[in-house]
């Protein structure tokens, strides 16, 4: 009866090892799909992540036109009030 014991024994040894390979076997595919997964998040990212600073350096690029072309605009009225002021007092002077 012992012998008869020790073959169910390892006869179930064996079926519980089976049945923990299959569920090691599903989390290692699950765990494959996870990895890939952040793979493809992270090369994602990293495509975003340049594509945000190639804008923000646009963005920057812009700003720095619009003063430069502010302050130009800046310069024209004051000549254009310089050369009316300066039309006026020819004007007055010639009267």
């Keep these: 009866m012992g012998d008869d014991l020790k073959f169910i024994d390892f006869h179930q040894m ?46 920057a690029q812009f700003k720095k036109d619009k003063a430069a072309k502010q302050a130009s605009l800046q310069k024209k009225l004051a000549d254009i009030t310089k050369t009316n002021v300066a039309i006026e007092a020819l004007g007055e002077h010639q009267r």
């Design 14 to 59: 064996q079926i519980a090892n089976k049945k923990h390979v299959k569920e090691i076997e599903e989390r290692n595919r699950k765990l494959i799909k996870l990895k890939l997964s952040a793979g493809s998040t992270t090369q994602m990212l990293t495509k975003l992540k340049k594509s945000l600073s190639e804008a923000e350096s646009k963005a």
